[in-house]
């Protein structure tokens, strides 16, 4: 069971359509969250996909060299094809209503070009679909084909993964210090509704049996709890999460290849605006085998 401590969720003073917001003020230090493990979506708390992946020996034998993320979306797709049966059937109900609200990568093609035209996100995402659909291929659908039973034909659309997949670069978390790779990347209940600001009051910490939200400066009553993905600048965080920070500290000026953005260009969601960001970063994390986003949460609730 996640216990919320001094908070609230909702729309009213939130940034966005939905966050969090302190219903008494909270110093420095003190617990916000807690999370049990065996609360996460992840591989290992999946079962009948463990099980599977484990025994499965063309799937094992890869396992170190692919992605973290492969086992996390084998796992959702498992579960979401459960539905009602699955734990996390009310957590997965978001995946036919994502739409335009996440990155980039679930953005009509006409609304990528029009809106990252120039911009060196709209080669990263061109990347990031060809890097996905290769796993889909080679790793992913071999497996579901071999495991028909838990993976029947409708979860085995490339279109399917793709929405796991953006849902996983917007709110996934990695314990990157975790040597199981089915226990690394994972899902967490409550903490992926927090907003992001590069002046964030929160931090997650990583227990043995759970994780931990702890403040570390004071809240006050009534303000929204904000959460940090990471200090990125503006060009990650429009390729990963599909929005931009007014006066972010992190984008990078020197060496810094220039590709301009039109001035507040409108998102296809109602809250999030591409703000004229001059300075994109030239090194932007991709979907890769060798790479994991972390720290990653999202700005539409689940």
């Known amino acids: ?9 909702g729309r009213e003073g ?21 999370i049990p493990r065996s609360a996460l979506l992840t591989c290992a708390n999946s079962q009948a996909v463990r099980r599977r992946l484990l025994r499965d020996d063309v799937t094992a034998e890869r396992l170190d060299s692919m992605s973290s993320w492969v086992p996390l979306l084998l796992a959702m797709l498992a579960e979401y094809g459960l539905e009602s049966a699955s734990t996390w059937y009310p957590y997965l109900q978001l995946v036919p209503n994502y739409g335009s609200a996440g990155p980039p990568m679930i953005w009509s093609e006409s609304q990528r070009d029009t809106l990252l035209a120039g911009t060196s996100v709209l080669q990263s995402v061109h990347t990031d679909a060809e890097n996905i659909a290769r796993d889909h291929a ?4 071999p497996f579901m084909q071999r495991h028909s039973d838990v993976f029947p034909p409708h979860l085995q659309s490339l279109d399917l993964y793709e929405q796991m997949v953006a849902l996983v670069m917007s709110y996934s978390f ?18 992926d509704l927090l907003n992001h600001h590069s002046q964030h009051h929160v931090e997650l ?28 600048p503006n060009a990650s965080l429009m390729h990963k999460y599909g929005f931009s920070e007014v006066n972010n500290p992190h984008d990078v000026v020197g060496g810094a290849s220039q590709c301009h953005t039109p001035p507040d260009i409108k998102h296809p969601h109602p809250h999030v605006y591409i703000h004229n960001t001059h300075t994109m970063h030239p090194h932007i994390n991709t979907y890769t085998h060798n790479t994991c986003m972390h720290r990653l949460t999202s700005h539409t609730p689940l």
């Open 174 to 191: 990695s314990d990157e210090a975790n040597p199981d790779m089915l226990h690394r990347t994972m899902m967490v209940p409550f903490v």
């Open 138 to 141: 080679t790793i992913v659908l």
């Open 1 to 9: 069971m996640v216990t919320l401590l001094q908070i609230r969720i």
């Open 205 to 232: 910490s990583f227990r043995d049996d759970h994780l931990e939200l702890v403040a570390i400066r004071t809240i006050k009553k009534g303000e929204e709890v904000m959460n940090t993905y990471g200090p990125l």
């Open 14 to 34: 939130s940034c966005a359509e939905i966050g969090v917001v302190a219903t008494e003020e909270i110093g420095e230090g003190e617990r916000v969250a807690h």
